[in-house]
T-cell receptor, first 109, second 112 residues
């Protein structure tokens, strides 16, 4: 099956810093999404981005489908950005989303 | 707002018991999913349903079954719970093809 790798596995930042999270996948996909899991366990959808670039406030994402990777940018990080960021992809003509193992982000004041 | 509601936040069951986890969504989504989340392993897909009475196995279906009798409801069944099924279970739903996924709050199951 498709492999989804996220890097780095852990990231520690001071408030105000910028960061880039990466998601590599091993096959062509029709669906790619980024999620944030807060410290209480709730998963929130950040972006639905099978290709192209999107921005939402301090967050933006870019997917280069032909090269099989996606990037999530966090600018001017805040302590509330802490948590785990997951990338999920659906290969081919299926809607079955497969998750990467995540990037754990800690932002300190 | 999309709402995905899971019936229980915390459950404690004994080995061998039959366990039902219920999930209801209110957005008329075609797709519904059950994942489990374990430390170091991320989210793993157990079962997926793309329509009423339709289901597909995910990556780890062994020991589980599902039921989708109505579009808004997707149930996960553990026929005979075992300690290795202690985990956080997450339900999610989406429209077909557009696929933006929405999650419930999760059900933390402990099997003793």
């Amino acid at each position: 099956g498709i492999q989804v790798e996220q890097s780095p596995p852990d990231l520690i930042l001071q408030e105000g810093a910028n960061s880039t999270l990466r998601c590599n996948f091993s096959d062509s996909v029709n669906n790619l999404q980024w999620f944030h899991q807060n410290p209480w366990g709730q998963l929130i959808n950040l972006f639905y981005i099978p290709s192209g670039t999107k921005q939402n406030g301090r967050l933006s994402a870019t997917t280069v489908a032909t090269e099989r990777y996606s990037l999530l940018y966090i600018s001017s990080s805040q302590t509330t950005d802490s948590g785990v960021y997951f990338c999920a992809v659906a290969p081919g003509d299926t809607d079955k989303l497969i998750f990467g193992t995540g990037t754990r982000l800690q932002v300190f004041p | 707002d999309v709402k995905v509601t899971q019936s229980s936040r915390y459950l404690v069951k004994r080995t061998g018991e039959k366990v039902f986890l219920e999930c209801v969504q209110d957005m008329d989504h075609e797709n519904m999913f059950w994942y489990r989340q374990d430390p170091g392993l991320g989210l793993r897909l157990i079962y997926f349903s793309y329509d009423v009475k339709m289901k597909e196995k995910g990556d780890i279906p062994e020991g589980y079954s599902v039921s989708r009798e109505k579009k808004e409801r997707f149930s996960l069944i553990l026929e005979s719970a075992s300690t290795n099924q202690t985990s956080m279970y997450l339900c999610a739903s989406s429209f077909r093809n557009t696929g933006e996924l929405f999650f419930g709050e999760g059900s933390r199951l402990t099997v003793l």
